[in-house]
């Protein structure tokens, strides 16, 4: 018996249900035999490489080299920085036996590197000749999360984290900003998530650090989510972990030190911003496949089937990332649905009355059912140079609906009832002069559950905070988040 595809609940009924749903019957992820985790299947795995290609390229071009740090971090060395140790200490996963026999000293699976990092630094950093140094470690790290959700909150998740250490507290800036840049550039280039970037308040910043900033992007629920993060550290690590150098004057200098992360996390904003009823819609930029090619046969179809291998190949040739679904025993809508709800963005039909007509059915999985532009009849000879335009002119679609909806949900107020009303209901980024006092956002949080998201550059547009009347500091967004 033909297998058929369970269907999805709509989006907009249920988004934590059709979230987890398409997660998993996309096979992007399976659960694991272990508490809050999860096995990244081949085609999760694509996307994550993607990203990962992308952010690479990137890093590479700034100067960044990679490199790879310990799993496992002496508690000795993770309670010199206090203030970080007591950022993690409720995530942290710590083990306590090695074989057959208790640990004299309990080490800590690492909720993130600075630490381990920051020893290595001071090891290898002498002169000012050595500086900048300028690291990126792939890796995956351990937060001891109570509730998960695939990509968004898992125990144990796959990142890249940056770390650099420099010569003058300018210089660290200027790479804090710069690698924020190259976030937000992937987020909206390659992933098609619209995000706003700006700095983290106090009580949202980094453990250790002294500033915070963020891309923050909107899911379809009205709630925010921090997509990635870079961190200007000051001395603290430097001071805590002896990072120093011998300055151009044969002085004794510490560093100044940064450090930036995205994780698997953008993979969930990318499924929660362009999904649909229908499941995943994959960014071209993004796409593990970006075009799958379906025969349809009826009777004799080896001339159909010789003409689509050829297609596959010409497909290939080209640099296309490129299947062809010649799979006996299920149908070709049986196909099509699988493949929409992988997201995967075009597709090629070709029947046997296409090639004597010499042409094939594109069709594209931005597009809804019946949508013009949906499917269009392509000539065979024209049908592989075209098929570039089509994916730049969905990359450019899925971002402008995204951002159509960032932008409507982005709302200013200057009225606080309306205020706590919308960050209540999940009307989206509340847009409001704020004061910057922790124990402002604190009540605002209590009653409604939001937060600041991130404070935009300049100026706030009023004097009074909406939230509590005091004299207004800033520009912020607020919402709930995840």
């Known amino acids: 018996m033909e297998r058929t595809l369970d269907r999805i609940p709509p989006k907009s009924a249920d988004l934590s249900e059709w979230y987890q749903a ?12 272990v508490r809050g985790c999860l096995v990244l299947r081949p085609y999760g795995y694509g996307l994550w490489e993607r990203l990962q290609a992308e952010l690479d390229r990137r890093f590479k071009e700034t100067g960044h080299e990679n490199a790879y740090f310990p799993l496992l971090i002496p508690e000795s060395l993770l309670t010199k920085e206090a203030e970080h140790v007591e950022g993690f200490a409720p995530e942290v996963a710590w083990v306590t036996e090695g074989g057959s026999e208790k640990l004299a000293e309990r080490l800590a699976i690492r909720p993130t590197s600075e630490v381990i990092i920051g020893v290595m630094y001071a090891e290898w950093i002498q002169s000012y000749r050595d500086l900048p140094v300028l690291i990126n470690q792939w890796a995956n790290v351990m937060r001891w999360e109570k509730r998960t959700r695939p990509f968004l909150r898992t125990a144990e998740f796959l990142w890249q984290e940056g770390h650099t250490a420099h010569e003058s507290e300018q210089e660290a800036a200027e790479e804090v900003a710069r690698m924020l840049e190259v976030y937000r550039e992937v987020a909206e280039d390659v992933c098609g998530v619209p995000v706003y970037k700006g700095e983290k308040s106090a009580s949202e910043r980094f453990a250790g650090a002294n500033h915070t900033f963020s891309i923050e992007a909107l899911m379809p629920d ?36 940064t450090s930036w992360g995205m994780s698997w996390r953008m993979l969930g904003a990318l499924i929660m911003t362009h999904g649909d009823d229908r499941g995943l819609r994959i960014p071209p930029r993004m796409a593990p496949t970006e075009v799958v090619i379906v025969p349809i046969p009826r009777g004799d179809a080896s001339a159909l089937y010789t003409k689509a291998r050829e297609l596959y190949g010409a497909c290939k040739d080209a640099g296309l990332r490129v299947k062809l679904d010649d799979r006996p025993g299920q149908s070709p809508g049986y196909k099509f649905n699988e493949w929409d709800m992988r997201g995967v963005p075009v597709r090629l039909e070709i029947g046997n009355r296409d090639l004597d007509a010499g042409v094939a059915t594109l069709v594209r999985r931005d597009k809804a059912v019946k949508e013009d532009g949906q499917k269009q009849q392509v000539p065979l000879d024209e049908v592989v140079a075209f098929i570039p335009t089509v994916l730049e002119q969905i990359q450019h679609n899925l971002f ?18 309306e205020f706590y009303r919308m960050c209540t209901e999940r009307a989206g980024m509340i847009d409001i002069p704020w004061c910057g006092l922790a124990s402002c956002e604190a009540a605002v ?38």
């Open 22 to 33: 398409v997660c998993y019957r996309a096979e992007l992820v399976s659960q694991a035999p």
């Open 445 to 482: 949080k209590d009653t409604t559950g939001a937060t600041t998201r991130n404070i935009q550059p300049g100026p706030p547009r009023a004097q009074i905070c909406v939230a509590c009347g005091e004299p207004a500091r800033y520009q912020t967004y607020f919402a709930q988040s995840y």
């Open 400 to 417: 402008a609906q995204a951002k159509t909806f960032l932008t409507g949900r982005t709302v200013a107020t200057l009225d606080r009832d």
């Open 222 to 257: 009205g709630r925010a989510l921090q997509s990635a993060t870079s961190h200007e550290l000051g001395q603290n690590f430097a001071r805590a972990y002896d990072i120093t150098y011998a300055a151009e004057d044969q002085t004794e200098q510490y560093c100044w030190t």
